[in-house]
């Protein structure tokens, strides 16, 4: 191997450096509709694009159909499902993006659009490419972009949607219940909020209580591992008492009050 201070290695190191910038430029092309109009309107010259005139020689070949086709079918698979999306925003969030129509007019394809863009959605990886073999789901990261992004602030864009992330997270508890159920946790992480895994079940539970009392949203558990999914109503307490007998904390319990909820485990095929 050459030594840092020698031509060849600072070549490599100088073309790796382009190579990394080039594919920042390709996924701002690919997932930000703002960036990816400014382009097909005028080129990778444009201003907002803001490139260096090296990187404006290696796009200049670009075809923008194409790009535009692909930008298209990234929001589409996102929205409706398709490769590594999983079922997509239309069937994992029915309500959630109901109520978002309701209160400021986006359709999920522009809700879709500003997700993509976010950076949120970069924690989002199809499985099989992500870096370290281990993704996010697409329905954590939605969450995270409702509950995290300026857009749905008070002052934002999306403000006047700003309360509907209980419902998200709703949505995106039992979508990612369920994916622990088809047995592929293995092959992801969940870091999504109020929910914890051990030994392979997932659980978690939200009392929803700022929620409207017209989402029907009630006290809810959320118990899964491969080949099991629990989802219903249940008290914080109870909640509590099976998660200390799933955590091997049983004996913190009173006996009897053990024995039932290790039955109800049994009977759920938790345990």
């Known amino acids: 191997m050459l030594p840092d201070h020698l031509p060849g290695s600072a070549h490599r190191t100088t073309e790796a450096g382009r190579h990394e910038r080039i594919?920042?430029?390709?996924?701002?092309?690919?997932?930000?509709?703002?960036?990816?109009t400014a382009f097909i309107e005028g080129g990778p010259s444009h201003p907002e694009l803001g490139l260096d005139a090296d990187l404006i020689t290696a796009f200049e070949r670009v075809d923008v159909r194409e790009l535009a086709l692909v930008g298209r079918n990234i929001r589409s698979e996102v929205v409706s499902g398709g490769t590594g999306t999983g079922p997509g925003l239309g069937r994992i969030f029915p309500r959630s993006l109901e109520v978002v129509r309701e209160r400021t007019g986006r359709t999920p394809h522009e809700i879709a659009e500003l997700f993509i863009a976010s950076p949120q959605f970069q924690d989002f990886r199809d499985v099989p490419f992500s870096p370290a073999r281990r993704g996010r789901l697409l329905p954590e990261c939605f969450h995270r972009f409702v509950a995290e992004s300026r857009l749905f602030g008070p002052s934002g864009a999306l403000g006047e949607a700003a309360g509907v992330e209980p419902l998200v997270h709703h949505e995106a508890a039992v979508a990612v219940a369920q994916a622990i159920a088809t047995g592929a946790g293995a092959t992801f992480d969940v870091g999504l909020a109020d929910t914890a895994v051990h030994e392979g079940t997932l659980y978690a539970f939200r009392d929803y209580a700022e929620a409207p009392a017209a989402w029907g949203l009630v006290p809810t558990m959320y118990l899964a591992a491969p080949g099991r999914c629990v989802i219903g109503g249940g008290s914080r307490a109870v909640f509590g008492a099976l998660v200390a007998v799933l955590t091997g904390r049983g004996e913190e319990l009173a006996p009897e009050v053990r024995?039932?909820?290790?039955?109800?485990?049994?009977?759920?095929?938790?345990r």
């Open 23 to 36: 594919l920042h430029v390709l996924d701002r092309l690919l997932h930000d509709k703002t960036v990816r």
């Open 259 to 270: 024995e039932a909820l290790e039955k109800r485990l049994d009977a759920w095929g938790l």
